[in-house]
């Protein structure tokens, strides 16, 4: 999860919905309310469910220790055959802009001769 985290476009992105999410709270004061319930909610839910499942992870850490090092092996080539996921949302927008413009010059171009 943590390396998921770290990968530049999760990271860039999520601290993009995090901006939208604080600036909606901050604007509009009937969202602010419904956001802090479920803020409330969803951490009660979290500290009960973090209790009951530690017997269980502690049970099976040698499992969950295997499967994360073979993800993060994963992610590895994921990283390596995708650089789009070391960029930055606002690169990556910028060069699907800058690309499908390219193309429809190129349509434009071979329909007008």
Do not use: F, W
């Not at 998921?4 to 602010?32: F, G, Q, W």
């Not at 802090?36 to 009660?44: F, M, T, Y």
């Not at 994963?74 to 800058?98: F, N, R």
Request: glycine share 2%; net charge negative.
């Amino acid at each position: 999860v943590d390396q998921v985290a770290n990968l530049t476009l999760v990271s860039s992105a999520c601290d993009m919905v995090s901006t939208a999410y604080a600036s909606t709270k901050e604007s509009h004061p009937y969202i602010r309310s419904v956001c802090d319930a479920a803020e409330k909610g969803v951490k009660s839910v979290t500290e009960a469910t973090a209790s009951c499942v530690q017997p269980v992870l502690t049970t099976l850490e040698p499992h969950v220790a295997a499967a994360s090092e073979y993800a993060s092996k994963g992610l590895d080539k994921l990283g390596e055959k995708l650089p789009l996921l070391q960029k930055p949302v606002e690169q990556v927008i910028s060069d699907t802009k800058e690309l499908v413009s390219s193309r429809v010059a190129d349509v434009k171009d071979a329909v007008s001769s």
